[in-house]
């Protein structure tokens, strides 16, 4: 039998791996095998993966806001002190009508207006809710103050009545109250 060196072995393993780097460093040197995507082909690459464009998102967000605001109007319920009148939970054309009767009652009876928490109810939801009840003008205000008071994400879930002209402070507290 013959005799082998290691060292003989292991010198002609150290210049056959030499040799294979420099030969794959000098072929791919050239050549640019990949390139850059376009930004249409990532787009459709998101999409397959399951991703959704921004602007998608919010076109959606803001019509399904808007579907929304037009479910809500049947949680909303606007009254007088007066138990005979009726309040109306099934369309926001009839809400108007009751909004109208109630601003002819005599102004010695405190206005109020409830509305209804759903679970899942975001804080921008709840401030339509709220302008849509005539209780907020603005809606980003009661946001912002919800979000400055640090209670955005402690609304509870339920039906809440409130005199017209309460302060935001004060429906905020009432809402998130244990």
């Not at 007088?80 to 009652?105: L, M």
């Amino acid at each position: 039998m013959h005799n082998f060196h290691i060292k003989s072995i292991l010198i002609g393993l150290g210049i056959g791996i030499i040799l294979t780097s420099i030969v794959s460093v000098i072929y791919y040197s050239g050549s640019n095998t990949v390139s850059k995507p376009t930004e249409q082909e990532i787009i459709q690459m998101a999409k397959s993966y399951g991703l959704v464009d921004p602007s998608d998102f919010l076109t959606s967000q803001n019509s399904k806001s808007s579907t929304n605001k037009n479910e809500d109007t049947s949680s909303i319920k606007i009254s007088s002190g007066d138990s005979n009148e009726g309040t109306n939970t099934n369309s926001a054309a009839a809400n108007t009508a009751s909004q109208q009767a109630t601003a002819q009652k005599p102004a010695e009876q405190p206005v109020t207006a409830s509305i209804t928490i759903n679970p899942g109810d975001t804080s921008d939801i709840v401030a339509s809710k709220l302008v849509t009840a005539g209780l907020v003008q603005n809606k980003g205000d009661f946001v912002n103050k919800l979000t400055q008071m640090g209670l955005d994400e402690k609304i509870n879930t339920g039906s809440f009545k409130f005199t017209k002209g309460t302060s935001i402070e004060d429906m905020i507290k009432k809402m998130t109250s244990n």
